[in-house]
Structure formats: C-alpha cells, structure tokens
C-alpha cells in the first residue's frame, strides 16, 4: 500500500542533543511537509518541499532544519532541542495542485529530558 | 493573515445522536477546505469542498461549503464510540501548497 512512513515513532532526546527525524513515502508526491502539533493544538507547519525547492515558514526556528536527498525521503533536523520541541511532529506529503489534500504519516512522539 | 476557526471547541453527545461542526475560513486566493479525523494518531482526510453547496457525503459523514459566508459544517449522523475524536478543518489556497488549520473541535462519543 502506498503511504508515508516515519521513523521512529517514539524519540527520546536530552535538551541540546542533535536529532534527526525521518521520513519517507511511496506515493511519488512531489511536496512534503513537516509539521509541529502540541497538545489540543492544531499541526503547525515547519516547512515543506516541492521537489527540491525549500520553503520555509517565517516563524519556523533556525533550530529547525531539513533535508531532502530524493522524491521518496525527507529529514527533520532539530539542531539543538529545548524544552519546548517537545511535540509530535508530523510528516505530510501531497501531489503539488494548489490547495490539494494532504496525506499524513502516523508521527513521531519528541521528548526532550 | 489566513484564519480558519472552528466551533464548538469541543462537545459531548451519546451514541445516536448527530453532531455538527463549524468551520469559518478567512483565506486570500481560497480554493477548498479540507477536513480531517485525528484520532491518537496522525490526522486522517476525510473530505475536500471546492464547490459552494455541493454536498459530499461518506457514510455516516457529510459535509457542505458555503463560498458566499466563507464556511463549511461536518455533519456526523448516528453517532458511534468510534466517532471520538478530534475533526480538523483547513483552508487551501488556490497558489501554493500550504494549509490553514483550525484548532479542532474535540468530539466525545458517550455508549
């Protein structure tokens, strides 16, 4: 079946060590997104790609970063996590027509010690 | 700035009741409003409105836009357990590839 993937599930850090999120999808879309959801909030975006054009939000910390080598992989980077990165982040992924649905992969829990 | 508000922030209903949900959109260049199931999990896609008062329905779920007053309604029928969960709505722009999403409304479904 075609979906979005992201590993790991689950990721434990301690305030200012580096952390890479991954995320990966067999749809063949061309954008990908990244997005940050805290608790009772609605998913807030990050930053997406469209193919290899980077777009990044205005208010998107410079702690945040990512990468993405190929159509099928995307990678979030938190350079040095504080205490308030804990969230759940959310990788999307959609064809690229303007105001088109957005496919969701099942996240990746943050907790920052 | 685009906005998109929903209400009510949350409800509690018992099974067999029908709920609706509101969702008020403030987007420049808009082209369709999108909703979604959030259980524990990643949110789910349930239904996108481009066209003013054409109903799209799925199962139990309907939903309806009203370009003209710049808002769309989720209607759950019959509700079930199963229905628990957070409804999101987003705004799409007719340029560009982002979302506007509301800050959800929190369904409890009560046996």
């Known amino acids: 079946d075609a979906m979005v993937i992201q590993n790991p599930r689950y990721q434990v850090t301690q305030f200012g060590k580096p952390v890479t999120l991954s995320c990966s999808q067999t749809l063949n879309h061309n954008v990908m997104y990244w997005y940050q959801q805290k608790s009772s909030q609605a998913p807030k975006l990050l930053f997406h790609?469209?193919?290899?054009?980077?777009?990044n939000e205005a208010d998107t910390p410079d702690n945040f970063q990512s990468r993405r080598p190929n159509t099928s992989f995307c990678f979030l980077d938190i350079r040095s996590p504080g205490l308030g990165d804990a969230a759940m982040y959310l990788c999307a992924t959609s064809r690229g027509l303007a105001g088109d649905e957005q496919f969701f992969g099942p996240g990746t829990r943050l907790t920052v010690l | 700035e685009d906005k998109v508000v929903q209400s009510p922030l949350s409800l509690v209903v018992h099974e067999g009741d029908t709920v609706t949900l509101n969702c008020s959109y403030e987007?420049?260049?808009?082209?369709?409003l999108l909703w979604y199931k959030q259980e524990k999990k990643a949110p789910t896609f349930l239904f996108m409105l481009t066209s003013s008062g054409i109903e799209k329905k799925s199962g139990r779920l309907s939903s309806i836009l009203d370009k003209k007053e710049l808002f769309s309604i989720l209607n759950i029928t019959a509700t079930q357990t199963g229905d628990s969960a957070v409804y999101l709505c987003a705004g799409g722009k007719a340029a560009g590839n982002k979302l506007t999403f509301g800050g959800g409304t929190r369904v409890l479904v009560k046996p």
């Open positions: 790609y469209y193919d290899k054009d980077f777009n």
């Open positions: 987007v420049t260049n808009f082209r369709s």
